[in-house]
């Protein structure tokens, strides 16, 4: 059994991290793009709303790479996913095409969400142009998998680089030759990123397709039908669709808070910035399931891991408790002096969440290798739950501005969740360990 050492484990690590940074770097780009633009309160705050709300309606595809990279195998196997794939593309897209319908928009995001009528008309405009955006990630993923499963892993970080490009093209293009609402351009930039992303994919994965076509009766693999592929997949659904779904929750209770609309400005802006320094524990998960059966493995991820939360905890901090938060709020972010300040103290509050992200995919990491998977969708359920009912108490009862409400329940969550998570993890860790011996 081949030895692990760190520095195989960071050359293992650091092209996953990099594709995560590259796209962490997107949120970031746009919420400084729109806060630059006229009216930056009312389109922050409907970009948040419209990218929340895509979420929830793109989580059905989320995990179509996985089941791409564990069920495609022949001729058979690809048409039979693919299929799927494609049908639950449809609804999807049908979903977003009701949910655009005027009286039922209107209905959810004034009367229900409690959102200002001039930012639920601009969050309705931003859900128009993202009408493709959920079906070509679910397109992109199945085909990406196929390149996983081939051992082509720098094409889907090339797809990435191309995705980034055409949003950024997009979106200076827009800004610069028309007079336009900021939100209209951020969902105009994603939709085209992913779009030609989605279409890279299928030409960077035509040679591996070939192959996959090539391989006929692969055992039991040829009598794959749908309800088999259902049942695979909604276990994987249903986690990404759980934990996607409590956005537009929070997004509700926000509407309703003290200083509702600042908090719904600042809030995508602030996730921005953190999703920086979480995407790399995003990439820790991969990392974790391949190589978590190479000789004294365990001890050599788990100190990695360590080491990593320590480096993002600190990375942040030195931006959420320095000059620099006022810096990159301002300077970087382009929020207004008022905004900036009103956006340090929920940052503070936000500093220990990428070390829990880190954390929580180590452990499911060795929970996914051990394939003992039910404990990471209760654990899903449990942080969901620690989040709606922080979200209660601190808005309904404590009044609390709706932004610091909303980061300690995201926080308060997800350590509801690792919490959760430790017995599952010691019981597998024991087993993995006495393995070894």
């Known amino acids: 059994m081949e030895s692990l050492s760190y520095k195989k484990i960071f050359k293992f690590w650091m092209p996953l991290s990099a594709t995560w940074l590259m796209m962490s770097v997107e949120g970031p780009f746009l919420t400084a793009l729109i806060a630059r633009l006229p009216h930056p309160e009312y389109n922050l705050a409907a970009y948040g709303v419209a990218f929340a709300l895509a979420l929830i309606i793109e989580s059905p595809v989320i995990m179509m790479m996985s089941a791409s990279v564990a069920l495609v195998k022949d001729n058979y196997t690809f048409y039979k996913l693919r299929n799927f794939v494609y049908s639950v593309n449809f609804l999807i897209t049908l979903c977003i095409l009701i949910l655009i319908i005027p009286p039922i928009f209107y209905a959810l995001t004034i009367d229900f969400m409690n959102l200002p009528h001039q930012v639920a008309e601009l969050t309705h405009k931003a859900v128009i142009l993202l009408i493709p955006w959920p079906a070509s ?37 827009l800004t610069s030759l028309f007079h336009i609402d900021g939100v209209v351009i951020g969902a105009s930039a994603l939709s085209s990123g992913v779009i030609m992303e989605a279409i890279t994919s299928r030409f960077m994965a035509h040679k591996f397709i070939k192959n996959v076509k090539q391989k006929k009766n692969v055992g039991e693999q040829n009598n794959l039908s749908y309800i088999e592929i259902t049942k695979f997949y909604y276990p994987l659904v249903l986690t990404s669709l759980i934990s996607l779904g409590i956005h537009p929750v929070v997004t509700f209770f926000i509407g309703q808070s003290n200083r509702a609309l600042e908090s719904l400005a600042v809030l995508p802006v602030l996730n921005s910035l953190v999703f920086f320094f979480r995407s790399f524990g995003l990439s820790f998960q991969e990392v974790g399931i391949a190589l978590m059966g190479r000789q004294s493995a365990y001890y050599k991820l788990r100190n990695f891991a360590i080491g990593l939360s320590i480096a993002v905890v600190l990375g942040l901090g030195i931006i959420s408790f320095t000059p620099l938060s006022m810096i990159w709020f301002q300077h970087v972010a382009g929020l207004s002096l008022q905004l900036a300040g009103f956006s340090i103290l929920p940052l503070m509050l936000y500093t220990l969440f990428p070390a829990t992200t880190v954390w929580i995919n180590f452990q499911r990491s060795l929970l996914v290798y051990s394939r003992k998977t039910k404990p990471i969708t209760y654990a899903t359920i449990i942080e969901v739950l620690g989040i709606a009912l922080t979200l209660i108490i601190t808005i309904r009862f404590l009044n609390f501005i709706g932004v610091i409400a909303a980061v300690s329940a995201y926080t308060f969550g997800r350590i509801c969740a690792n919490i959760y998570l430790t017995q599952p993890f010691e019981a597998e860790k024991k087993k993995l360990l006495a393995g070894e011996k």
């Open 137 to 173: 990630i679910g397109y992109r993923r199945f085909y990406q998998g196929i390149m996983i499963s081939s051992n082509a892993t720098r094409r889907v970080a090339y797809g990435t680089v191309i995705r980034m490009s055409s949003m950024f093209s997009v979106a200076v293009t």
